[in-house]
């Protein structure tokens, strides 16, 4: 079996694909563990940088962020500059202090539509964690709590909305799977480049 550090050496060797960075997307659905596989596989990277697309989105653009981030976030790191971008915070609903993301050999970007079509012109591999709608979600109600539950609400309707008509999981490069003592992953839609191999580290409850 391989160690995760097998995929990052996989992804670390893609060519290019923004600039100088090889960008790679985690999507799936709200709750389905991209924020903890990630976290594991920037450290397989060497402290490769994340990018955590719910800073990006707000109460009011869920899915409608791609120009800010576009233009806070991908121009700069096409041309080889650092990224000067401001994260959002969804207890006081506005922008936060700015932040600075450095256009690093890899850098990942994890969220729900980090795969969709607007962007997959910039990634260099997309990764899709293979959990079940139904599952996500309840993962994601048992973690925020009951007074979040309208606002999952509102989520869910949009996400359905948004892989409806922007789906993501046909485009992955691999399909990312959980289990009980780690995580695997296979490779995605044919005439996509696979990524294969599986990974057995343990691992924390899943975020995100």
Same mark, same amino acid.
């Given at each position: 079996m391989h160690r995760l550090e097998d995929?990052? %050496?996989?992804? *670390?060797?893609?060519?290019? #694909?923004? @600039?100088p960075v090889r960008l790679i997307a985690v =999507? @799936?659905?709200? +709750?389905? @563990?991209? #924020? $903890?596989?990630t976290g594991l596989l920037a450290t397989a990277l060497g402290g490769a940088p994340v990018l955590h697309l719910d800073d990006v989105a707000t109460h009011e653009e869920l899915f409608a962020w791609t120009g800010r981030l576009r233009a806070q976030v991908l121009e700069p790191?096409?041309? +080889?500059?650092?990224?000067?971008?401001?994260?959002?915070d969804w207890v006081a609903r506005r922008f936060g202090p700015e932040r600075v993301l450095e256009?690093?050999?890899v850098v990942l970007m994890e969220g729900v539509g980090a795969g969709?079509?607007?962007?997959?012109? &910039?990634? *260099? @591999?997309?990764?899709?964690?293979?959990t079940p709608r139904a599952d996500s979600w309840g993962r994601g109600r048992r973690r925020d709590g009951a007074e979040l539950s309208g606002f999952w609400d509102g989520w869910e309707r *949009?996400?359905?909305?948004?892989? %409806? &008509? =922007?789906?993501?999981r046909p485009f992955a490069h691999a399909l990312v799977h959980q289990r =009980? $003592? +780690?995580?695997?992953w296979t490779s995605g839609a044919p005439g996509t480049p696979g990524i294969l191999g599986s990974v057995t580290q343990g691992h924390d409850l899943p975020r995100a």
């Open positions: 995929l990052a %050496a996989e992804l *670390a060797a893609l060519p290019p #694909s923004l @600039g =999507d @799936g659905h709200a +709750g389905s @563990g991209k #924020s $903890t596989f790191l096409s041309a +080889g500059r650092a990224a000067h971008w401001s994260p959002y256009p690093a050999p969709r079509r607007e962007l997959r012109p &910039d990634l *260099a @591999g997309l990764l899709w964690m293979e *949009a996400e359905r909305a948004h892989f %409806a &008509d =922007d789906p993501s =009980d $003592t +780690g995580y695997e």
